[in-house]
């Protein structure tokens, strides 16, 4: 069995803020332990078009949690909580 990790992040090549986001998604997950996984949306026709507008895109335990920019206390209530 796979274990999934509880946070997943999608973005795409040249987004400054996919790597704002990537930035705080890897201090939270550091604090909480959770394990994290980024996915660039380009190498995906399906969600470059549901998400292209939306990048950076984060999801926790599968649910989406933000989008453009991620905010880290609301990020850690989600993981804690």
Same mark, same amino acid.
């Given at each position: 069995?796979?274990?999934?990790?509880? /946070?997943? /992040?999608?973005?795409?090549? @040249?987004?400054?803020?996919?790597?704002?986001?990537?930035?705080?998604?890897?201090?939270?997950?550091?604090?909480?332990? !959770?394990?994290?996984?980024?996915?660039?949306? *380009? *190498?995906?026709?399906?969600?470059?078009?549901?998400?292209? !507008?939306?990048?950076?895109?984060?999801? /926790? !335990? @599968?649910?989406?949690?933000?989008?453009?920019?991620?905010?880290?206390?609301?990020?850690?209530?989600?993981?804690?909580?």
């Amino acid at each position: 069995m796979t274990i999934q990790p509880r /946070v997943r /992040v999608l973005t795409r090549p @040249g987004c400054h803020l996919c790597e704002d986001a990537i930035t705080i998604i890897r201090s939270v997950c550091a604090r909480t332990g !959770d394990d994290w996984v980024e996915e660039d949306i *380009s *190498s995906d026709p399906e969600l470059t078009r549901l998400y292209t !507008d939306q990048v950076p895109v984060t999801f /926790v !335990d @599968g649910a989406q949690h933000d989008y453009w920019r991620v905010d880290p206390d609301r990020l850690y209530r989600a993981l804690t909580g």
